[in-house]
Nanobody, 116 residues
Framework: QVQLVESGGGLVQPGGSLRLSCAASGFTFSSNAMSWYRQAPGKERELVAG????????NYADSMKGRFTISRDNAKNTVYLQMNSLKPEDTAVYYC?????????WGQGTQVTVSS
């Protein structure tokens, strides 16, 4: 079955960086687009970034452009989210997402807290 396991979250000061990882299994990873979402307390889950299967095309939410970078290593079945210049408003639980046959699959999430 599809499994997505996120890691790399934590507490970071404003202006700092974190790299999130999502290890995927149970499907042909290299042919599947992947995405990162986030959900802050009291807010709806929102798309952060997406990447195509081969990794050639990426897209970002406007507020993340220039600060976040999504990438993937198909040999390791892993997708990454490099987050730089973090702001307190980036505080949220970050989720890895895969869509297969119209079904959304989610990881358990990893908490990112940006605070001094």
């Amino acid at each position: 079955q599809v499994q997505l396991v996120e890691s790399g979250g934590g507490l970071v000061q404003p202006g700092g960086s974190l790299r999130l990882s999502c290890a995927a299994s149970g499907f042909t990873f290299s042919s599947n687009a992947m995405s990162w979402y986030r959900q802050a307390p009291g807010k709806e889950r929102e798309l952060v970034a997406g990447i195509t299967g081969p990794g050639r095309i990426t897209n970002y939410a406007d507020s993340m452009k220039g600060r976040f970078t999504i990438s993937r290593d198909n040999a390791k079945n892993t997708v990454y989210l490099q987050m730089n210049s973090l702001k307190p408003e980036d505080t949220a639980v970050y989720y890895c997402n895969a869509v297969r046959a119209g079904t959304h699959y989610w990881g358990q999430g990893t908490q990112v807290t940006v605070s001094s």
